[in-house]
């Protein structure tokens, strides 16, 4: 069987703030259209994670590749012109600008993810492509960093937490979202709390606590098998 090169590569990954140490030796990787789901409680690494990948922390240790390239000591908008997208979880970055200037920030020439489009999937923001982020309330201001992170036509997505905060209703819409973009070829790491979310979208499974890995496995595997992640998520 031809074995397909990862997409991403994290390997023996170790990161700091100053001298406190919040990842320790994370290793895994992410195949091109695959969705992988970032799971732990607070605290366990996974916003670490995703902006260690993003340039946004330098590993003390260990290695990123994206595409076979090293990335890691490289700055966050050179990993992005690359092909990275990033969706933080503070979603107040931009609240000066208005929702169109947000989604059309990094829009590249030729990408498929056009306003038009982004409003299709928000129907609710519609009307509202004129109003600052700030203006907006929680949900829309999460429709609205979607678009923003995908204007440049990531080949990779980095999502913190995008169920967080958002009406049922709301989830399903970032769900449905989520899928169509998996099947246009979009890798996904999505960081979560919110394992039926996460098990609904995902393919695979990256288990953290402590700043380590502590499992990685098929979602398939976490529906049957759902107390193998949860022991990870309750509090303790
Ligand atoms: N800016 C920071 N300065 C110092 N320590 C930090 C900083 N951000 C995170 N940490 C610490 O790093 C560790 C990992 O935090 P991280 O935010 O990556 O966890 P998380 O799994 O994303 O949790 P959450 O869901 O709360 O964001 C924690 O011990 C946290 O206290």
Known sequence: MEVETPLLEVA????FYGRSQALFDVSFSIGPREVVAIL??????????????????????GSVRFDGRLISGQK???IARQGIGYVPETRDAFSLLTVEEN????????????LERFLGWFPELQGLTRRRGAQLSGGQQQ??????????????????????????VVVKSVA?????????AISIILVEQNLAFAL????RVIVMENGTVVDILTAEEGRRAPAR?????AIH
Do not use: C, W
């Open 229 to 233: 992640i949860e022991r990870y998520l």
């Open 176 to 184: 449905r979202v989520l899928t169509e973009l998996r099947d246009e």
């Open 12 to 15: 023996g990954v170790d990161a």
């Open 200 to 203: 609904q979208i995902a393919d």
């Open 103 to 114: 989604i059309m920030l990094g829009y590249r020439a030729g990408s498929p993810y056009t």
């Open 76 to 78: 966050p908008h050179r």
């Open 40 to 61: 732990g409680r607070n605290g366990a690494g996974k916003t670490t994670t995703l902006r260690t990948i993003m340039g946004f922390n330098v590993p003390g240790q």
């Open 143 to 168: 429709m609205m960093v979607i678009g923003r992170g995908l204007a440049p036509a990531p080949r990779l997505l980095l999502l913190d937490e995008p169920s967080q905060g958002l009406a049922p």
